[in-house]
């Protein structure tokens, strides 16, 4: 089978992307890990000072609350996404696999 140039350049954006997300998982993985581990020490923190009875908690807690749950949910939003595209997309290793196989048949 003969690609087009466009096509040709298609294919390999695809493949470059693929390899960006192989390459750069684990420094999502880990940054994510960071935003969510972030997030629940801001919520840990907040659990902590609700117990007090003064002012000065009540300001920390309305400012750090929205903080921390905003990195939290963040955080575990990206680990679910990196988790479901491990190995990237599995219908684009897919489609670049049957482009070579077909280019080294042809």
């Not at 350049?9 to 960006?20: A, P, T």
């Not at 390459?23 to 994510?32: D, E, Q, S």
């Not at 990206?78 to 482009?99: H, K, M």
């Amino acid at each position: 089978m003969q690609l087009s140039e466009t096509e040709e350049r298609i294919v390999e954006r695809l493949k470059k992307r693929q390899q960006f997300l192989v390459r750069w998982r684990w420094v999502g993985f880990i940054g994510a890990l960071v935003y969510a581990i972030g997030g629940l020490c801001g919520l840990v923190l907040v659990l902590h000072f609700l117990s007090g009875e003064e002012t000065t908690p009540v300001l920390i807690i309305a400012c750090l609350w929205p903080v921390a749950l905003v990195l939290f949910v963040l955080g575990v939003v990206l680990v679910a996404y990196l988790v479901r595209g491990w190995n990237g997309d599995p219908e684009t290793r897919l489609l670049l696999r049957l482009i070579e196989d077909s280019q080294h048949d042809g």
